[in-house]
Nanobody
Framework: QVALVESGGGLVHAGGSLRLSCAASGRAFSNYPMGWFRQAPGKEREFVAS????????NYGDSVKGRFTISRDNAKSTAYLQMNNLKLEDTAVYYC?????????????????WGQGTQVTVSS
């Protein structure tokens, strides 16, 4: 069993930066790929970024490429999402998730464990 806790969300002006963290409990963290997703009010959950179990492979949604960076520190059982040049449309609840398999995915339905989410609000 894995428990995930996101932190680092908040209110930021457009063009600003935030770094989200996702702390995992359980020894299995380093074995699995992780993903970040977000959901804005009235919208479906959207893929943001994913990272392989080793950290050597990453993938990003088109809307965040070049602005967001996903990383992980397996020794600390923590993953991160560095968000730069934030835009109004980045406002959402951000979730981290773990998939109990070798490969990451852009599909939220294929992830097995989820955090409770952290709110990111970008203001003009």
């Amino acid at each position: 069993q894995v428990a995930l806790v996101e932190s680092g969300g908040g209110l930021v002006h457009a063009g600003g930066s935030l770094r989200l963290s996702c702390a995992a409990s359980g020894r299995a963290f380093s074995n699995y790929p992780m993903g970040w997703f977000r959901q804005a009010p009235g919208k479906e959950r959207e893929f943001v970024a994913s990272i392989s179990w080793s950290g050597g492979g990453t993938n990003y949604g088109d809307s965040v490429k070049g602005r967001f960076t996903i990383s992980r520190d397996n020794a600390k059982s923590t993953a991160y999402l560095q968000m730069n040049n934030l835009k109004l449309e980045d406002t959402a609840v951000y979730y981290c998730a773990i998939r109990r398999t070798l490969a990451a995915s852009t599909s939220s339905g294929l992830y097995d464990y989820w955090g409770q989410g952290t709110q990111v609000t970008v203001s003009s």
